[in-house]
């Protein structure tokens, strides 16, 4: 099992069906499995080799989706890093993972130049919006000058993230996770919420975290991907009614403002279906858009 092969299926089954969508910019999964396969061309020419850890620090876009499976298709491991953390912090995960290399968005320029300055000159920066010092290359030029690569066929066992953990109670730790452990723990969700083709996930959660399980989920069903930037309870209420959203993976604080809102859509989306949340690290709880706390198809949230 090998977490590319849902997006091979989905190119397949839906190969101008619409992938990912980010504000106005809209691309089909026939423009994202190009975009995938130069893009780990073009790691590899600046020297990603089968199981080296590769960083990502940007906030939720479809950039960073493109670089999460180009790193994958590529062979390499993925170590998407925390926005909120300080640069001490940063520079330690980097260190403790081994990443050689750096994909940053334009927000985080400052900081990878930090980075760079404070013992990183031998990692590769690599800019995911433009060119932002201190980058050696940038994702679009590197999309644009290189062919489409084959797979390196890593999978089952093999290491496809490290996901470090909050430190609450010491130094981060970096848990492993395999292409197996990504793949059944996607394969759950779908099972478990019934999606197919027609699923509309917004990525609100942030795409460093495991909450956005959705990254793998929705891929492997051939659904599309809209991102929201930012953590702001208003855009991702305008979102779900334009792009009829149909699952979005939060935290129960969002879910609350969400159904006191007096902007909320009423719980449907303009399609007349009913957004069903997922709700990260909680117990099992309800939606309380109505006073008995049901949603409006009395289905219930998982935890």
Same mark, same amino acid.
Request: glycine share 10%; aromatic share 6%; with cysteine.
């Given at each position: 099992?090998?977490?590319?092969?849902?997006?091979?299926?989905?190119?397949?089954?839906?190969?101008?069906?619409? &992938?990912?969508?980010?504000?106005?910019?809209?691309?089909?999964?026939?423009?994202?499995?190009?975009?995938?396969?130069?893009? $780990?061309?073009?790691?590899?020419?600046?020297? #990603?080799?089968?199981?080296?850890?590769?960083?990502?620090?940007?906030?939720?876009?479809?950039?960073?989706?493109?670089?999460?499976? &180009?790193?994958?298709?590529?062979?390499?491991?993925?170590?998407?890093?925390?926005?909120?953390?300080?640069?001490?912090?940063?520079?330690?995960?980097?260190? /403790?993972?081994?990443?050689?290399?750096?994909?940053?968005?334009?927000?985080?320029?400052?900081?990878?130049?930090?980075?760079?300055?404070?013992?990183?000159?031998?990692?590769?920066?690599? &800019?995911?919006?433009?060119?932002?010092?201190?980058?050696? $290359?940038?994702?679009?030029?590197? %999309?644009?000058?290189?062919?489409?690569?084959?797979?390196?066929?890593?999978?089952?066992? /093999?290491?496809?993230?490290?996901?470090?953990?909050?430190?609450?109670?010491?130094?981060?730790?970096?848990?492993?996770?395999?292409?197996?452990?990504?793949?059944? #723990? $996607? #394969?759950?969700? %779908?099972?478990?919420?019934?999606?197919?083709?027609?699923?509309?996930?917004? !990525?609100?959660?942030?795409?460093? !975290?495991?909450?956005?399980?959705? *990254?793998?989920?929705?891929?492997?069903?051939?659904? *599309?991907?809209?991102?929201?930037?930012?953590?702001?309870?208003?855009?991702?209420?305008?979102? %779900?009614?334009? !792009?009829?959203?149909?699952?979005?993976?939060?935290?129960?604080?969002?879910?609350?403002?969400?159904?006191?809102?007096?902007?909320?859509?009423?719980?449907?989306?303009?399609?007349?279906?009913?957004?069903?949340?997922?709700?990260?690290?909680?117990?099992?709880?309800?939606?309380?858009?109505? &006073?008995?706390?049901?949603?409006?198809?009395?289905?219930?949230?998982?935890?």
């Amino acid at each position: 099992m090998r977490l590319t092969q849902g997006l091979c299926r989905a190119l397949q089954v839906r190969p101008q069906g619409p &992938a990912t969508i980010d504000g106005e910019r809209r691309r089909s999964w026939q423009e994202v499995m190009d975009r995938v396969t130069r893009l $780990a061309s073009g790691l590899r020419e600046l020297g #990603m080799r089968p199981g080296d850890r590769v960083a990502v620090l940007a906030h939720n876009c479809d950039v960073f989706y493109d670089c999460y499976f &180009a790193i994958l298709w590529g062979g390499g491991v993925v170590v998407p890093l925390n926005t909120r953390l300080a640069p001490p912090e940063l520079q330690f995960q980097l260190n /403790d993972a081994g990443a050689d290399m750096l994909l940053f968005g334009a927000e985080f320029a400052a900081v990878a130049a930090g980075l760079y300055s404070s013992g990183g000159a031998k990692r590769v920066f690599i &800019a995911m919006d433009g060119r932002e010092p201190p980058a050696h $290359a940038d994702v679009e030029s590197l %999309i644009a000058r290189h062919a489409p690569d084959p797979e390196n066929e890593r999978g089952n066992g /093999d290491i496809a993230g490290i996901f470090y953990t909050g430190g609450t109670t010491g130094t981060p730790k970096g848990v492993m996770l395999t292409h197996q452990n990504l793949s059944a #723990m $996607a #394969m759950n969700l %779908i099972m478990a919420t019934k999606i197919d083709e027609t699923c509309v996930n917004l !990525h609100a959660a942030p795409m460093f !975290h495991l909450a956005d399980i959705g *990254t793998f989920m929705t891929t492997m069903v051939g659904g *599309t991907h809209v991102f929201a930037r930012r953590l702001d309870e208003e855009l991702i209420l305008r979102l %779900i009614e334009r !792009h009829r959203i149909t699952h979005v993976f939060t935290v129960p604080a969002v879910i609350d403002f969400h159904g006191s809102s007096r902007h909320r859509p009423d719980g449907e989306t303009s399609a007349g279906g009913v957004c069903r949340p997922v709700v990260a690290k909680t117990p099992r709880v309800r939606l309380s858009s109505h &006073a008995d706390g049901d949603l409006r198809d009395g289905s219930r949230l998982l935890s």
